[in-house]
């Protein structure tokens, strides 16, 4: 069974400082990759995601992430973090011919004005 | 261009009520998944569905939990004789249903039980 592993629970940050969320997953084989982000009393939007091509990925808001197969990893990054991006942030894996993904716990992230 | 639609956006039942919760996919979406989260805890799979079949309900409590998704009008997510821990955040996302499709989520029912 494949897992996601979002080591930091709880980020906080002043504005303008860098961001890297970690997502560690276990899965052998193909994976699609999520990231999604809730906005406080709000659902789930996408961020990004990655199927194939280049592991740079970039999404939203200035946000990207880097698909790093040799560390099964898919951390989510960026350069200079804004007040608005006080949320709460999931990685999902979804193994090649599933349909559903397994999301990671949640990372929260608040960012002090 | 709607996105998923769920209503209603709070529920409050009483122990032992019924608490009947929608989801209209956004169009053009043949596939609904159904998502439960706790506080403090990311999401949790519970059951997915095509118009008219069950696909997958590998995560939905064997008892007074059921899910449909009839060939017209939204999909149910239905809880029956509700306990205090069944309050949660329910979601649902739909999507086109192919392998390297995407799930866009609805904002979302919040259930609370008294």
């Known amino acids: 069974a494949q897992s996601v592993s979002q080591h930091n629970h709880h980020v906080i940050l002043s504005e303008a400082a860098s961001l890297e969320l970690g997502c560690n997953y276990s899965?052998?084989?193909?994976?699609?990759l999520f990231w999604y982000v809730q906005y406080p009393g709000q659902h789930l939007q996408l961020l990004l995601k990655?199927?194939?091509?280049?592991?740079l990925v970039k999404g939203i808001k200035g946000f990207e992430a880097e698909f790093i197969k040799s560390k099964f990893s898919f951390n989510l990054r960026k350069p200079s973090v804004q007040w608005s991006d006080t949320a709460e942030y999931f990685c999902?894996?979804?193994?090649?011919?599933?349909?559903?993904?397994?999301f990671g716990r949640g990372t929260s992230l608040i960012v002090h004005p | 261009n709607a996105g998923v639609m769920q209503n209603p956006r709070h529920l409050v039942r009483r122990r032992g009520q019924e608490a009947r919760l929608r989801c209209s996919p956004m169009k053009g979406h043949s596939h609904v998944y159904w998502y439960r989260q706790l506080p403090e805890e990311g999401l949790k799979f519970m059951v997915y569905l095509q118009k008219e079949n069950i696909i997958d309900e590998s995560g939905m409590p064997k008892e007074r939990f059921s899910a449909e998704f009839p060939k017209e009008g939204p999909s149910i997510l239905r809880i029956q004789q509700v306990v205090r821990g069944d309050s949660a955040a329910y979601f649902c996302?739909?999507?086109?249903?192919?392998?390297?499709?995407?799930?866009?989520f609805g904002p979302g029912t919040r259930l609370t039980v008294l």
């Open positions: 990655y199927f194939s091509g280049d592991p």
């Open positions: 899965y052998g084989g193909t994976v699609n």
């Open positions: 996302a739909s999507s086109t249903g192919t392998v390297e499709d995407t799930q866009y």
């Open positions: 999902a894996v979804r193994g090649g011919g599933s349909y559903i993904p397994t």
